[in-house]
């Protein structure tokens, strides 16, 4: 499939350029998946299909535009190719918009980032039907009499992508994965029938857990939402549980775009170099962490990728600058986009943490909410467990944290030592004192 | 699980755009990597007229070939099997600084062919319409079923429907300058209005979507959805303080509907809704009366009831309304409808994307829960007619029951009157984003603009808050309706479940619920 997608990708730039394009960049996508849920110890759904497709970006004249077919064949994409760049010719023009120089290509690190377990295929029909039953099956044992609904799921999928650019770039990757989840409803007082999920991703089957993690780990979490309720507003220590942090994360990590600051809408601006945030928080981004989840030797301007400290305990030391925006910025550039995001972990588990804070509420999960990345200002519900002594004592529920991302986060107090490995943002449960958490 | 939904502006494209174009995986949903569907030959000369029979036309889809592919969807039994034809084209032009300098095009073509057994779902699509291809996709279906090969239907009957949203012109038979013309006025509008004004992004979308549906109890449907929108983001600043805010118009109307009236007011809307939050502040927080302004803040009803009564949830058991049929809900004056027969309106569907005629269903009647939303697996399962709520976001998902216009109608009173009832509290006028805990029945919507309430009259606005209840309390605190009822005229309105988007609408008069937690910084 490989040379397939190079050739493909090539004939497409020479088509492109005899249309009339002075440069293009074509990004061409190929994958399989298989989905299969079970409900009720039968499968509910069933699902697979493969898709391809190829987008497409022309420069012509100093105008710009992007489409995106999965046609591949040759006769419908020549005519594609050519209408592309007859529509960008209509509109206006616009200096910034070039292919990168090609000097940031230069650099690419030659390393095997795992992203393909060499296994996929013996994963079979038999191997999906045995692993999300045994989901189901350890999810309706732990959730016992509680139980309303349980759903299990289980996707698997390999994809290729290559990206090509008409001035001597070219990059292609391969990925591919495996996904387990459960979702359990149970009983509680009156009408409320709380829901929460258990889930796990790998990209090689070795690293997937065994299908009873996931189960008993949706039961145990809804299990722990019965009795939820809203307590008196309150101003109090949170933990913010590891894999929810990225909700909040991204209030922070949406105006570091250098599109949100070219457009002046970012609250971090004009802020590089100063201190943001506590001494606690340092974020990292990680392009080139061995079967990470958005691991990649390039991104899609191209650039060589490399690991970069974007705020060092608690000073913001880089913003996410692809190349076009660092030219309107002018600007050097950085990447376009996050990779992995790595909060490095603390020492304390979360239950020690809980214990040393007294009172204070774990947040396990958000509902609703919005970050203004113009102002930093964010709202948003939360559920999960008020602790007492170390011990959570009561789940709430239909309750809400409110702050300004410039304050929230100088009171960011520890990091537990819990990394979610489940996600591209890698960060452990993070601790915050006196926050306003309302309820009645 | 949470159910979100989003008012999508063209930033949330934007994001889509510029995301590394490589594979992303989330907790508990499956990895994705940019779908980007078949561009095809007949893009730019589109057939003017829309008789029937687009598909067969165009791509020889012909009964002889769905019959022999519905065969397969059976070979191995099934209690039914359908077939889903889209063929899709969007347009986008985007505005920054000043000049229309990106466009964006996306064609999806494709079938997806589904063979149900009770509640079970087998489901494949291709995005190659040859029998061979499509033939596979139906062998991938009929893998739920494991019994005797069943016949399908000999010929199949054309559907009539509705036609709530006629297409005068094909959007794609409108010349280019004309839409370039709409976004750089309303740019050019929004910095003529206040020398306060330092950014505006535009973006203007059209979208004609066409479907067929051929089914195994022999129905054959088609239908060609138009969906337009002009969005103005406006930021202001002031004193060395930035503001942003914004406004979008459209739904499945006509190209001539963005008359300069309709462009103004977009500018007009847009950058007055910026300038009003300088002088915004966060409001208390706790419980407190809150009064929902007219129109948009029907997503409200949409999160606090409409998701909860959708019925694959009930019919799992895990909505908070699946014991509720036939009680009292809410006050008697309160009714609640959700409908897909709404002239032009975002949510509208002559047909629903499994064959079912778009119709209107009365949710609350008088106060009385009355149905849910029913697809065909949901309307088997309870014994009833299905309600036409079967939809999906494309051909590469199967429908689920999902909501159309959801909205509520007038009540008697004034809307002061309302508003000095509830004497101290806060009033919303719009709301970016709402969720649903569909089990608790617990929900949240984000208030972007509003204002304080205090002795019974408007106060300081407010901005950047989040509203948390919950659905059955919040019906039954709904305790006061105002004559002034609005749909929400927006385009942009699009609503997540099961990872699948779907265009949806609101309305409602101004309301007065007795309680709701606000989530201010202040204790």
Redesign the interface.
């Known amino acids: 499939m490989k040379k397939e997608l190079y050739d493909l990708a090539a004939w497409g730039i020479e088509t492109a350029k005899a249309a009339g394009a002075n440069g293009c960049r074509i990004n061409i996508n190929s994958a399989r998946t298989v989905e299969i849920g079970y409900r009720e110890r039968k499968p509910e759904n069933i699902k697979e299909a493969s898709t391809k497709s190829l987008s497409l970006e022309v420069f012509v004249n100093g105008r710009y535009s992007s489409m995106s077919t999965s046609d591949l064949r040759k006769p419908a994409l020549k005519e594609f190719i050519s209408r592309a760049v007859a529509q960008t010719k209509l509109l206006a023009e616009d200096p910034f918009r070039t292919l990168p120089d090609p000097k940031y290509y230069q650099g690419r690190q030659n390393v095997d980032l795992e992203m393909v377990d060499p296994e996929y295929a013996t994963w079979k029909p038999e191997s999906r039907h045995a692993f999300v039953k045994a989901i189901e099956d350890s999810c309706l044992a732990k959730g016992g009499d509680k139980v309303i609904s349980v759903t299990a799921e289980t996707t698997d999928g390999h994809s290729e992508s290559l990206l090509m650019a008409s001035n001597g770039f070219d990059g292609y990757a391969e990925i591919t994965y495996f996904v387990g989840s459960a979702s359990m409803t149970a009983k509680d007082e009156g009408d409320r029938r709380p829901a929460e999920y258990g889930s796990a991703v790998a990209l090689h089957l070795k690293d997937l857990v065994k299908p009873e993690v996931i189960g008993e780990e949706a039961a145990r979490r809804t299990l722990a939402l019965l009795g939820g309720k809203k307590i008196k507003t309150e101003t109090l220590p949170i933990i913010i549980e590891n894999r929810v942090v990225e909700r909040i994360g991204g209030g922070l990590v949406d105006a570091m775009s250098g599109r949100s600051i070219q457009q002046k809408q970012s609250f971090l601006a004009d802020k590089r170099g100063q201190k943001i945030a506590s001494d606690f928080l340092t974020l990292i981004d990680d392009p080139l962490l061995k079967r990470g989840l958005s691991s990649n030797p390039f991104d899609g301007d191209g650039f060589a990728a490399k690991k970069r400290i974007m705020i060092d305990a608690g000073v913001l030391k880089e913003f996410y600058v692809d190349w076009y925006y660092s030219r309107k910025l002018g600007w050097e550039p950085t990447t376009g986009s996050p990779s992995n995001l790595i909060i490095p972990p603390g020492k304390r588990s979360v239950a020690e943490i809980m214990k040393d804070l007294g009172r204070g509420i774990l947040i396990t999960g958000f509902i609703g909410g919005n970050s203004n990345s113009t102002t930093g200002d964010a709202s948003v519900g939360i559920v999960g467990q008020l602790f007492e002594n170390g011990v959570p004592v009561q789940a709430v529920a239909e309750m809400n944290i409110a702050d300004n991302h410039l304050k929230l986060w100088t009171r960011f107090v520890e990091a537990a030592n819990d990394p979610y490995p489940y996600s591209s943002a890698r960060v452990p449960s993070l601790v915050f004192r006196d926050v306003v958490v309302s309820g009645i | 699980?949470?159910k979100?939904i989003s008012i999508e502006s063209w930033e949330g494209f934007?994001k889509t755009?510029?995301?590394?174009?490589?594979?992303?995986?989330?907790?508990?949903?499956?990895?994705i990597?940019?779908?980007?569907?078949?561009?095809?030959?007949t893009?730019?000369a589109l057939a003017a007229a829309e008789a029937p029979g687009y598909f067969e036309r165009e791509f020889a889809v012909t009964d002889a070939v769905c019959r022999r592919i519905l065969a397969k969807a059976l070979a191995k039994g099934g209690d039914y099997a359908d077939l889903y034809f889209e063929h899709t084209i969007s347009n986008y032009l985007i505005l920054?600084?000043g000049?229309?300098?990106?466009?964006?095009?996306?064609?999806a073509?494709g079938v997806g062919i589904r063979t149900v057994k009770g509640?079970?779902?087998?489901?494949?699509?291709?995005?190659e319409l040859e029998e061979k291809s499509m033939a596979a996709?139906a062998a991938?279906a009929a893998?739920?079923a494991a019994g005797a090969a069943k016949i399908p239907p000999q010929g199949f009957t054309l559907l009539k429907t509705g036609d709530h949203y006629p297409l005068k012109i094909l959007f794609s038979a409108v010349p280019?300058?004309p839409k370039?013309g709409i976004v750089q006025s309303v740019n050019d509008r929004c910095f003529d209005l206040s020398p306060l004004v330092?950014?505006v992004?535009a973006a203007y979308l059209d979208q004609q979507k066409r479907i067929m549906v051929v089914t195994s109890d022999g129905t054959k449907a088609e239908d060609l959805q138009p969906r337009i929108f002009l969005n103005a983001s406006v930021?202001a600043?002031k004193n060395g303080r930035?503001?942003?805010s914004g406004w979008n118009f459209g739904g499945r109307k006509n190209f001539d509907y963005f008359t300069p009236a309709v462009v103004e007011e977009t500018a007009q809307i847009a950058v007055n809704r910026t300038l009003t939050l300088f002088d915004a502040v966060?409001p208390p927080?706790?419980?407190m009366p809150v009064v929902l302004g007219p129109g948009l803040t029907g997503i409200l009803l949409h999160?606090a009831i409409g998701h909860g009564m959708e019925a694959d949830f009930n019919r799992?058991?895990?909505?908070?309304?699946?014991?509720?049929i036939g009680k009292k809900v809410a006050e008697p004056f309160v009714t609640i409808i959700d409908d897909g027969t709404t002239p032009n309106l975002t949510g509208s569907i002559n047909v629903d994307d499994e064959g079912i005629p778009g119709q209107k269903t009365v949710l609350v009647d008088n106060g009385i829960l009355t149905s849910y939303l029913h697809d065909r697996i949901s309307a088997k399962f309870y014994g009833i007619q299905p309600t036409g709520n079967g939809r999906r976001q494309d051909y590469?998902n199967?429908p689920v029951p999902r909501m159309r216009n959801t909205y509520m109608p007038a009540g008697p009173a004034s809307p002061e009157d309302v508003i000095k009832a509830a004497g101290k509290g806060i009033y919303v006028q719009d709301v970016?984003?709402?969720?649903?805990?569909?089990?608790?029945?617990?929900?949240?919507?984000?208030v972007?603009q509003g204002r304080m309430i205090e002795g019974g009259k408007l106060g300081a606005p407010i901005?950047?808050?989040?509203?948390?209840?919950?659905g059955?309390k919040m019906l039954t605190n709904m305790i006061m309706l105002a004559n002034d009822f609005q749909f929400y005229q927006g385009g942009a309105g699009s609503c997540g479940k099961n990872g699948q988007t779907a265009p949806v609408g609101f309305g409602q008069p101004t309301v007065l619920v007795k309680s709701l937690?606000?989530?201010?910084?202040?204790?």
Request: aromatic share 10%; no cysteine; glycine share 8%.
């Open positions: 699980m949470p979100p934007m755009m510029n995301r590394r174009a490589f594979l992303k995986t989330g907790a508990a949903t499956a990895a990597s940019i779908a980007a569907p078949i561009f095809d030959k893009w730019f920054e600084d000049k229309v300098n990106q466009a964006y095009s996306n064609v073509l509640e079970q779902v087998g489901y494949g699509f291709t995005q996709a991938t893998t739920i280019l300058e370039l330092i950014k992004n930021v600043e930035r503001e942003r966060q927080a706790g419980e999160e799992k058991k895990i909505s908070t309304y699946s014991t509720m590469q199967y970016s984003n709402g969720q649903v805990k569909i089990g608790e029945g617990d929900f949240a919507f984000f972007s901005k950047d808050v989040n509203i948390m209840g919950n059955p937690t606000v989530g201010g910084t202040r204790s």
